[in-house]
C-alpha cells in the first residue's frame, strides 16, 4: 500500500521558517519524481515545487521560487520542503504527491498524502 506522511506544520509568524518532511512507503521512491502541492482555504491546489528522480533536478512555482527549497533522502525515501521567509499568504495545507508522469512542466499525481497545515500569522 502506497503511503505518503507529511509532517512538520505549524504556525509561525511573518518571516519564519519551516521545514516540510513527507515519509513515504509501499513503492520504491528512487523511481518517482515527487512534488509539493499546497490548498489554501477557498481556493485550489497550487502547485509549489518537484523533483525529479534521476538527477534531483528541481522545479518551483512561481510562489516558492527563491524562498523555497525542495529536496529528497532516497535512502530514507523521504521528501523534504525547507520554507524561508515565510508570508501570509502561504497559509495553506501542504500535501505531498508521488508524481508517476511529467511531460515538461506538467506534473501529474497519482498519490498524495493528507496533508501538514502551515499558518503564518502575526
Known amino acids: 500500500e502506497v503511503q505518503l506522511v507529511e509532517s512538520g506544520g505549524g504556525m509561525v509568524q511573518p518571516g519564519g521558517s519551516l521545514r516540510l518532511s513527507c515519509a513515504t512507503s509501499?513503492?520504491?521512491?528512487?523511481?518517482?519524481?515527487m512534488s509539493w502541492v499546497r490548498q489554501a482555504p477557498g481556493k485550489g491546489p497550487e502547485w509549489v515545487s518537484a523533483?525529479?528522480?534521476?538527477?534531483?533536478?528541481?522545479y518551483y512555482g512561481d510562489s516558492a521560487k527563491g524562498r523555497f527549497t525542495i529536496s529528497r533522502d532516497d535512502a530514507k525515501s523521504a521528501l523534504y520542503l525547507q520554507m524561508n521567509d515565510l508570508q501570509p499568504e502561504d497559509t495553506a495545507l501542504y500535501l505531498c504527491?508521488?508524481?508517476?508522469?511529467?511531460?515538461?512542466?506538467?506534473?501529474?499525481?497519482?498519490?498524495w498524502g493528507r496533508g501538514t497545515q502551515v499558518t503564518v500569522s502575526s
Open positions: 504527491a508521488r508524481v508517476p508522469l511529467r511531460s515538461g512542466s506538467q506534473f501529474y499525481y497519482d498519490y
Open positions: 509501499g513503492f520504491t521512491f528512487s523511481r518517482y519524481d
Open positions: 523533483i525529479g528522480h534521476r538527477d534531483g533536478t528541481t
